[in-house]
């Protein structure tokens, strides 16, 4: 394998690769149909966070979708740290890694097609953070607005699969986007609830409650569930329930959980300011940003602002 000294590596079918050597078949599976799954970590300070709980969300999804990738939850954890590791010397000091995988079921045989593999295709992969794109929402805020769009309900697809089809979200956030491109889009569920945007979780906090969408119509996010076992941990469960715009208004705080930000204060949903309009981080959302901060041993709104660029826009993807 001939690798450029400032390009990385991926596992792709069972050999590590230069990433431009990755080649996906066009009559794949995923990318005819969104036929796939992935799931997706990130670093900490050059360190690994979480790769099990991924990788167990990761064959779940796989169950899910029938897709048998060929090789088990423990070896599947075994060369994402090791592409990680050959990736590493890639890094800035102060810059941190996506670390994921992605599974489709493969090429559909065709007569006369010539290719000579029809198993699932499995790459894994280390995609660089963007801090600087969203440097500006730990500053600012996260500035939410919810589109016509609604989420896929769970009795047609459920959202707990992290599948490839992400057009419903997709579809949704250019929508937000096409009224301001900062925003960040939190879709209803078809009972007019709040329930999740593109890779992301919400919570709100009202009436001393942390609050967040009932896990039947949302992805089970891995920092969600962080979210979950720190708010316990400062006394303040979290408790799933139907949250509809009246109680989003009315809330004193809200925050989005995500892999990439962790814990991020939400602002305004739908231009109503949401709790103290002089503050950006409330005292909630901050006591759970110090508990993830201390988790993972990393300073991680620090790392996002190190980059803040005056100006510049933020950008959710």
């Known amino acids: 394998m001939s690798v450029r000294a400032n390009e990385r590596v991926a596992w792709f079918n069972g050999e590590f690769v230069p990433e431009s050597e990755v080649r ?10 969104g036929d796939g799954c992935f799931d997706m970590t990130r670093t900490f300070g050059h360190r690994l966070f979480k790769v099990e709980e991924h990788v167990d969300r990761l064959y779940r999804s796989l169950k899910y979708l029938r897709i048998d990738p060929g090789i088990g939850p423990e070896r599947m954890c075994r060369l994402t740290e090791e592409v990680f590791e050959r990736n590493r010397h890639l890094l800035g000091a102060r810059d941190d890694y996506w670390v994921g995988q992605r599974i489709s079921r493969g090429v ?3 007569p006369g097609d010539n290719v000579d593999y029809y198993g699932p295709n499995v790459v894994l992969e280390c995609n660089p953070l963007p801090f600087q794109k969203r440097a500006k929402l ?25 599948t490839h089809n992400y057009l419903n979200l997709i579809v949704a956030d250019q929508e937000v986007q096409s009224i301001d491109p900062e925003a960040w889009a939190i879709l209803l569920d078809t009972n007019g609830n709040l329930c999740e945007g ?14 967040t969408p009932r896990e039947k119509f949302v992805l089970p996010g891995v920092s969600r569930q962080t979210a979950f076992d720190l708010a316990a941990e400062i006394g303040m469960p979290v408790r799933e329930t139907d949250i509809d715009l009246y109680d989003a208004y009315n809330a004193e705080e809200a925050f989005i959980t995500s892999t ?6 939400v602002v305004k949903v739908n231009g109503m300011v949401i709790g103290d309009a002089e503050t950006v981080w409330g005292r909630v959302t901050q006591k759970l940003a110090d508990a993830y901060r201390r ?3 990393h300073d991680f709104i620090g790392q996002y602002l ?8 933020a950008r959710a993807f």
Not at 24 to 31: A, E, K, L, Q, V
Not at 142 to 156: A, H, K, N, Q, Y
Request: aromatic share 8%; with cysteine.
């Open 24 to 33: 996906i078949p066009f009559r794949d599976s995923s990318w005819v149909y």
């Open 138 to 162: 730990f500053k600012e805020g996260i500035r939410v607005m919810v589109p016509s769009v609604r989420r896929t309900p769970p009795d047609s697809l459920t959202p707990r699969a992290k």
């Open 306 to 313: 190190e980059h803040y660029v005056e100006g510049m826009e």
């Open 108 to 110: 559909k045989e065709a």
């Open 260 to 265: 990439s930000l962790c814990i991020c204060p």
């Open 295 to 297: 988790l993972v041993d």
């Open 198 to 211: 593109l890779g992301s979780n919400i919570f709100v906090v009202k009436d001393g409650q942390i609050l």
